[in-house]
């Protein structure tokens, strides 16, 4: 695969990348709604069928995050493709990786904190919705940052390919 | 049988408003999404695209605030009814309109912002932060309101999310 500038099409294999990294992201952005939606209906008074639904909704995420990292790290995944052909971005590339396994580690840490509560009915949900409000921000910042890295990567692909699709 | 007539009408009424106040979050909850959608996109390099992408979003969601309080601001709405009838919970609808209204206020400003900036000059990364912290103050501000309502009618408005 050739860096920014040297070639101006995705080759099949990028494509492929592309597809997989669009179906990740989706599925982790339904699971990322799932949770909103979750921790945004009402608590007080409910604490117990609260906590339930935050906690099938964190799993589902978590779920989600196991994906969309194991196909990251894969030898013929984009950031690998990166990482391997251009040098310059290589450390954007672990510090994106090392973010992922950063938000899984709160994740696993949370779901457990949350699942060995000894009473559901005392679930402070104020401190729950905060903290998992910044997990998702997190996860949304991280969202942002690898959309720029693999933009700037593939610089001259997409331009050709927005191109193509704008002249049909 | 009168009192009976009088009860159903009510429930009848609170039913279509609480119907409508979820309708209402729907459409700001999709609008949000939208807007999270297109500020993940990537920004540096393209953005002539991206804040246009943006500022769109962001008027469909200051669009979608805006009908929000006026239905949330009618006499029948479900925090007009707290408002009248939970003297203990009127402090708190004062308060949930006002963070609502600041927060329009505040997606007014960053649109405008936008609209004034040249896109080549524009920090695609400040622009993304602030849009995070209207994201989690509008997300802080759904959760209170559907507690609000809860503890009034034992109704979850989250349950249309």
Request: aromatic share 4%.
């Amino acid at each position: 695969m050739a860096g920014r500038h040297e070639r101006a099409r995705f080759t099949s294999s990028e494509r492929a990348g592309l597809d997989v990294r669009r179906a990740d992201q989706d599925r982790t952005l339904d699971a990322i709604h799932h949770l909103e939606a979750a921790l945004g209906s009402a608590a007080p008074g409910r604490e117990g069928s609260w906590l339930r639904d935050v906690l099938d909704a964190l799993d589902l995420l978590d779920e989600a995050m196991n994906e969309e990292q194991r196909n990251a790290e894969a030898v013929d995944s984009l950031l690998s493709d990166i990482a391997r052909t251009q040098p310059r971005l290589r450390t954007r590339v672990r510090g994106l990786r090392a973010q992922y396994r950063h938000v899984r580690d709160t994740i696993e840490q949370l779901r457990g904190e949350l699942a060995g509560r000894p009473s559901e009915a005392s679930a402070d949900f104020a401190d729950i919705r905060q903290r998992l409000a910044w997990l998702l921000t997190a996860l949304r910042h991280q969202r942002g940052r690898e959309s720029d890295l693999i933009y700037e990567a593939y610089y001259d692909a997409f331009n050709t390919d927005i191109e193509a699709e704008n002249a049909r | 049988m009168d009192d009976t007539i009088d009860a159903t009408e009510t429930d009848v009424a609170r039913s279509e408003a609480v119907a409508t106040n979820r309708t209402d979050r729907k459409r700001s909850l999709d609008a949000l999404h939208q807007v999270e959608v297109s500020a993940a996109t990537a920004g540096p390099g393209r953005e002539i695209d991206w804040v246009s992408d943006v500022r769109g979003a962001l008027g469909a969601l200051e669009d979608a605030l805006a009908v929000q309080a006026q239905n949330s601001a009618v006499s029948d709405s479900p925090l007009s009814d707290i408002e009248v009838e939970e003297p203990r919970l009127r402090n708190r609808v004062v308060q949930l309109r006002q963070r609502y209204a600041d927060l329009r206020q505040r997606v007014g400003e960053l649109r405008s912002q936008l609209d004034a900036t040249a896109p080549l000059s524009l920090d695609v990364a400040d622009v993304r932060r602030r849009l995070e912290a209207l994201a989690g103050e509008l997300r802080y501000q759904r959760a209170r309101e559907a507690d609000l309502i809860y503890e009034a009618y034992t109704v979850d408005l989250g349950a249309g999310d």
